[in-house]
Nanobody, 121 residues
Framework: QVQLQESGPGLVKPSQTLSLTCTVS??????????WSWFRQPPGKGLEWMGAIAGSGSIYYSPSLKSRTSISRDTSRKQFTLQLSSVTPEDTAVYYC?????????????WGQGTLVTVSS
């Protein structure tokens, strides 16, 4: 059974770059059928899709975050990463990685446990 685990700093200073890694076990990240995705949920707000990398390697970004977001992968380590630049306190959220059957929505996703990232000086 596939498992996903987010890792990275829990505290980032304003204007810096947030970097998270999702490590996948029990499955391949190059399977064409899935989108390996990043979501986030700020305190008291809904879930927001940030972007994804397909099994083929194609990368997709939310239009609202595209200018600050970079997603990549290391297939040998079965990891995919999220970088979000120029962070502000509004980027404080629980960040989730997920394996999804579709692009841009939460239905049909298998989730990591999530990791809280706080943006504060």
């Amino acid at each position: 059974q596939v498992q996903l685990q987010e890792s990275g700093p829990g505290l980032v200073k304003p204007s810096q770059t947030l970097s998270l890694t999702c490590t996948v076990s029990g499955g391949s990240i190059t399977t064409d059928y899935y989108y390996w995705s990043w979501f986030r949920q700020p305190p008291g707000k809904g879930l927001e899709w940030m972007g994804a990398i397909a099994g083929s390697g194609s990368i997709y970004y939310s239009p609202s975050l595209k200018s600050r977001t970079s997603i990549s992968r290391d297939t040998s380590r079965k990891q995919f990463t999220l970088q979000l630049s120029s962070v502000t306190p509004e980027d404080t959220a629980v960040y989730y990685c997920a394996r999804c059957e579709g692009l841009g929505y939460e239905e049909g996703c298998y989730w990591g446990q999530g990791t809280l990232v706080t943006v504060s000086s």
